[in-house]
């Protein structure tokens, strides 16, 4: 007797009984396929979640102007550029603001300055003086209005030396500066120093003009600096 047979000849509670189970396991069948199912797809949701989270907890944090490392309490965190030959402008940045560069257009060849308080961190002033093609005296008196307590910022551009004298020269030397005594044409250089600073500055970066060395013709490579500078208290 086959299986058609079989059913038919069964009574009426019989089939109900046959039906009823023939649904439950079908029922418990297409339920364990999709348990496994949504086991499967929980879990790559977790291991997705898991991979993200590594993720991130591995990726560097990125720290004010995009200095190697955060500054301590009450420092100013500063980065800053010399300008490349005679074609890419130096930026100065302090406390992820953006103090001067090409983009801003407050840039020039010469000697670029920022001046910014010592105690709060904001921005005074910014100037370009061209020691090239302009005249030293205008930067002289810049540089003797400084008030005490100012951090100052230079960078170069092109040339910053040709036009210097050795007034000027001593000015920058009592902000803190070493390497402006012997700072010659077209050298790259970047200073921070402060009016009324006691000691030599340790933030200078010097790199001189030198046809055998030189990564442009005619002019050294960019030179950078970053760190942190003490806020000044009260």
Known sequence: MNTVLFYSSLSGAAKLVVAVAVFLLTFYVI?????????????????????????????????????????????????????????????????DNVLMSGVKNNVGRGINVALVNGKTGDLIDTRYFDMWGGNVAPFIEFLKAIQDGTIV??????????????????????????????????????FCGGKGIKTKSPFEQHIKNNKDTNKYEGWPEVVEMEGCIPQKQD
């Not at 364990?32 to 898991?50: H, P, W």
């Not at 590594?54 to 009450?74: D, F, M, N």
């Not at 230079?154 to 040339?159: I, N």
């Open 31 to 95: 339920s364990q396929v999709f348990e496994i199912k949504m086991d499967a797809s929980l879990g790559n949701l977790f291991a997705r979640s898991a991979l993200d989270a590594v993720a991130r907890s591995t990726k560097p944090p990125r720290y004010k102007c995009g200095i190697s490392k955060a500054c301590p309490e009450k420092h100013f965190a500063f980065k800053m550029a010399s300008g490349a030959a005679n074609v890419v402008g130096p930026k100065i940045c302090l406390e």
């Open 153 to 190: 910022l230079m960078g170069t551009y092109d040339d910053g030396a040709t036009k210097l004298n050795d007034e000027a020269r001593q000015l920058i030397a009592e902000l803190g500066s070493t390497s402006i005594t012997h700072l010659g044409f077209r050298d790259n250089w970047v």
